[in-house]
């Protein structure tokens, strides 16, 4: 899914002003008109991917900042935050939002900026999960350098044929002289890996499934290959605790496995091909359902962008133990909310099989927006006991059309079954699927 529509105004201008360029000569230099160029200034014309390669190439620029809005959420984190009960009486809508964010990006960064401090103020100690997951809100869960470094290794090691953790281990043993140990479960209480630098080995659990055994080794190489590329990430969070940058650097060290098990291009090609066929990539790339979900929040490379996913793992009492936005702007997790009509939910009665599900959520916007979603349960890797939880896929509708999962699914949002604002919120009496006591609260 190409980017055809960046519209990028303000930094365009700041970039102008702070290069001391009038109009006609930035102009001039991009080989475009004056009156073309400041179209693009005012929002009127979306920046091409022609003018983009103009602009880095002659101002040696860094594209990323052309969309600093990113940083905040976009559109969608900033009308979250705008739509705080404090500001209800000024009945800012989308549309307003937007225009803040297309005209004065910087200003909606500040106001941004002060409004996540003092409701961190506000809400108590810090929370490292939550300062982490920002973290990665901010880059949208990409992270180019991981992904071209991966895409390298993968094709130096020929991953793509042949055993994949064979050419893993082999390539700790020789480059860094670790081995890979299978134990007994009871040799690793509790463990499902470790690191033994004494014995130079990768001890894993016997429990561990084929993928997360690949998983496991595929994160050893890359968080020895990618730590000067990780270690720059974690520092440029600029988070305040050590909790939180823990969490932030596990985020990133999975993403990079999962990048080494999926290279970038070859997955995007394979979803293509396949419409997002989730049993053929997982049967493809030799992963499990859940690391294949993660793994498909993050496609939005310049220029060769996946579909925008968001993915969300849930706990059976219904309780979500991890959530991510991806480039899908969606404003979930809602504080407290339970929806027990939702898929993912329903998922437990029907372990292993994927179900699917239209819904309208969105909270804190005008209208719900129209999602498809997909869920399946899995086994929680390593567990000696029975643990499983839900894993949901979802993107906008309007997107959904051409997915393997969808067809015979209805996407007019009629048919879309409406999640409201979460149980804890509701207040209706009537509800056909009411949250239990545990699951409602907060």
């Known amino acids: 899914m190409s980017d055809n529509s960046l519209l990028a105004g303000p930094s365009l201008r700041r970039l102008r002003k702070r290069e001391g360029l009038t109009q006609a000569a930035m102009a001039a230099a991009l080989g475009i008109s004056p009156s073309y160029l400041n179209l693009i200034e005012r929002n009127q014309r979306p920046l091409s991917a022609r003018v983009l390669v103009q602009v880095i190439e002659r101002f040696d620029f860094d594209p990323s900042s052309l969309r600093e809005d990113e940083a905040i ?196 090609r394979a979803c293509e091909q396949t419409g997002y066929d989730l049993p053929v990539l997982q049967r493809r790339f030799a992963v499990s359902f859940d690391q294949l979900a993660q793994r498909l929040t993050t496609l939005q490379r310049v220029g060769e962008r996946g579909l925008p996913f968001f993915s969300a793992r849930f706990g059976r009492t219904g309780r979500m133990v991890h959530f991510t936005a991806g480039a899908s702007g969606v404003a979930y997790p809602l504080h407290g909310a339970r929806w027990p009509a939702w898929v993912p939910y329903a998922a437990f009665e029907s372990f292993g099989k994927l179900l699917t599900q239209a819904v309208t959520f969105g909270e804190g916007e005008g209208a719900p927006r129209h999602w498809f979603t997909v869920a399946r349960t899995v086994e929680v890797d390593g567990a000696i006991c029975t643990a499983r939880r839900a894993i949901v896929l979802g993107l906008e509708a309007r997107f959904a059309g051409d997915l393997a999962q969808a067809r015979g699914v209805s996407l007019d949002p009629e048919d879309a079954v409406p999640l409201g604002v979460g149980c804890p919120r509701c207040g209706r009496i009537d509800c056909l699927t009411p949250a239990s006591p545990r699951m409602a609260s907060g």
């Open 73 to 268: 959420g976009g559109v969608d984190g900033l009308a979250r935050r705008l739509a705080d009960p404090r500001f209800a009486d000024l009945a800012i809508d989308r549309e307003e939002t937007e225009e803040l964010l297309a005209a004065a990006p910087q200003a909606a960064a500040a106001f941004a900026r002060l409004y996540d401090k003092s409701h961190a103020k506000d809400e108590g100690p810090p929370d490292p999960a939550g300062a982490a997951r920002e973290a990665v809100a901010r880059w949208q869960n990409h992270f180019p350098d991981l992904d071209h470094a991966a895409e390298d290794l993968s094709d130096e090691l020929r991953l793509a044929s042949g055993d994949i953790s064979a050419a893993l281990g082999e390539r700790l043993r020789v480059t860094h002289r670790l081995s890979v140990r299978i134990l007994p479960a009871e040799v690793m209480p509790g463990l499902v890996h470790r690191l033994d630098l004494h014995a130079r080995q990768l001890q894993l659990s016997e429990m561990l499934p084929g993928a997360a055994r690949r998983f496991q080794i595929a994160r050893q190489v890359a968080s020895l290959e990618q730590r000067d590329e990780i270690d720059t990430l974690v520092a440029g969070a600029r988070l305040d605790t050590p909790e939180a940058r823990d969490r932030f650097r596990e985020h990133v060290t999975d993403y990079a496995a999962a990048a080494l098990l999926m290279p970038y291009r070859r997955l995007l």
